[in-house]
């Protein structure tokens, strides 16, 4: 475990012992820096300084990462032309100054051409082997496919020389960098011979979301997302998601939805978050970022978005910058909710709730609230029009202030029926929510001291009520499809 540096006529000049075993080095000239992995656990990128004038190592420092199995770390090493940056064949990448992370690319990484007007890498799936062709902000322009697994790509005039291997043997191709990138045609249109509606009926609230008179379903089963208009009755859009050899096997985690910019945002199992910007005359799915590891949750903070991976939040803004990260979270959520009052994001942490404070300004996270276990914490997480009180799917009712007990609402009604509050209306003059009680859809109406005024029963399970109008619109769904129900407030 020792490094030499050596003369190039052979002669050894300088040694530093007790170091790490490494299948992966990389030179940095501009900073004389030798790049290196340590293995074990956790593994971790090092460099080393090596003295020009007589070869000498830098023995009294040791340089690596400030984390601890954060993020993956694995080669090949690469340099960015400029020496800022350091990129790992896990897709990770770091700022060479302090080795912080910066970002991630949603794959491991081959090989690379990286220069100050370009970046492209490939990279194996499956047995193709994926190039993907970015501008020097990091900007996908372009993605093609080729047989065989990858091996080696470089520049050479004006194309890409791309080296696979196949069971025939080593196979080269060419990339043109100078012809223009065809454009994919994007088609939003509804097809009139589909029944959407059936199309949906395997679909949960948490697929779900509202504009206005505009309802946003997450068709997880037939890769689609579909905008309703509740005023005319129709579906007036569909997007394509997982449009891409890459993203056909890949779960998608976790969604949520900004009304401020009117843009959905999804978060996959291969680390990356993908949006959808509705205000965009052709709409598709486009990257937002990239993290370490699988989304599994998300959820709109104010100005910014939160994201959960593993134990690790973010705090992204909306152009995908990562402003701040909260490590050693414990427990796994899958509900979030935004208080914009208070600046909190509302979650679980085993089975307790809890929240975090995002400073609106910069985006750092504040952590830091009380916990409770005497009473069923779980399901969807609601707040009161003024925040000072949140709902839990359960029917159990906390002060926000500092969460405790309020009270509870009725919905395991017996004990051998395990229901909970689906979705909620819920303003200053009054409170209604919806649950599924036998298969059937129960609301329950009250006034604003929480006193019942009226319980009706819809065919269906619970998906999603809000209110229009003199109205609560209430939607439910059989084997066959979603149903839209109206109850007329008295």
Known sequence: ??????????????????????????????????YFLSKGSPSDLHYEIIEQNNGSIDKKNSYETPYSGEYE?????????????????????????????????????????????????????????????????????DTKYYDGKA????????????ITSKQTGLSFNKYDTSKPIEEKVIDNSIDDSKCYECLLKDITNKDIYINNNTYIFIDKTNNEVLRYDYSSKEFIDVVKIKDSLELANIELKSSTYSLDVNTLYLGYANESIKKIDFNQTSKK??????????????????NYILAKESSTHYTINKNGQVVDIEDWLVGYSTYYAWDNVNNRVYYYSYDDVRYQIIDQINGSIDTGSPSHNDYDNYGSIFISP?????????????????????TSFPTNIEAVIWSYIESVVWTNSEF??????????????????????????YAGTALNIRKEGNKYIIITKDEDKII???????
């Open 1 to 34: 475990k020792s490094h030499y540096t050596i003369s190039k006529d052979g002669q050894v000049v300088d040694r530093k012992d007790s170091n790490y075993y490494s299948p992966y080095y990389t030179w940095d000239n501009i900073n004389n820096r030798v």
């Open 73 to 141: 770390i694995k080669g090949p090493i690469f340099i960015s032309p400029d020496s800022t940056k350091v990129l790992l064949g896990s897709g990770n990448m770091f700022n060479s100054s302090d080795l912080t992370y910066i970002s991630s690319f949603p794959t491991d990484i081959e090989a690379v051409v990286w220069t100050n007007s370009e970046f492209a890498y490939i990279y194996t799936l499956d047995d193709k082997t994926v190039l993907k062709v970015y501008d020097n902000n990091f900007k996908i322009k």
């Open 151 to 162: 091996l080696s790509i470089r520049k050479e005039g004006n194309d890409y020389i791309i």
């Open 285 to 302: 799915e486009e990257k937002l970022v990239t993290l370490a590891r699988s989304v599994n949750g998300l959820s709109i903070a104010g």
């Open 386 to 406: 003024d925040s000072t009180k949140i709902l839990l799917g359960s029917g159990v009712m906390y002060n926000a202030s500092d969460l405790t007990y309020n």
């Open 432 to 457: 209604a929510y919806i649950y599924t009680l036998y298969g059937e859809t129960k609301l329950e109406v009250y006034d604003n001291n929480f006193i019942k005024q009226d319980s009706k029963t």
């Open 484 to 490: 839209f129900n109206e109850y007329t407030i008295n």
